[in-house]
Nanobody, 129 residues
Framework: EVQLQASGGGLVQAGGSLRLSCAASGFTFDDYAIGWFRQAPGKEREGVSC????????YYADSVKGRFTISSDNAKNTVYLQMNSLKPEDTAVYYCAADSRWHHMVHSIVVVTTTPDYWGQGTQVTVSS
């Protein structure tokens, strides 16, 4: 059974930092790309970032580039999202997802009509001003 567990969310002041974790199980981690997405109430899903577990390639949405860093610990089957310089507009539920195809994951980040193969439960991030 494929499982993706997001954790690490919380309440932080604008300008602060959080590190999210996505723990994966039930599939061959090294064969998949892992991505982070977010959704605020009343808004459509937004792709944030993704990483290839096989070769380490990364992709970032323009809105988070330079502030967020995605990384992978393959020994732990875990992907992290380090979020710095947080802004109130970063407030959302953050979800992690997996897809066996890198190009499909990148497209999922860019285009809302494309979706990854597997989704996990989200973790709430709230940034106050």
């Amino acid at each position: 059974e494929v499982q993706l567990q997001a954790s690490g969310g919380g309440l932080v002041q604008a300008g602060g930092s959080l590190r999210l974790s996505c723990a994966a199980s039930g599939f061959t981690f090294d064969d998949y790309a892992i991505g982070w997405f977010r959704q605020a109430p009343g808004k459509e899903r937004e792709g944030v970032s993704c990483i290839s577990s096989s070769d380490g390639r990364t992709y970032y949405a323009d809105s988070v580039k330079g502030r967020f860093t995605i990384s992978s610990d393959n020994a732990k089957n875990t992907v992290y999202l380090q979020m710095n310089s947080l802004k109130p507009e970063d407030t959302a539920v953050y979800y992690c997802a997996a897809d066996s195809r890198w190009h499909h994951m990148v497209h999922s980040i860019v285009v809302v009509t494309t979706t990854p193969d597997y989704w996990g439960q989200g973790t709430q991030v709230t940034v106050s001003s």
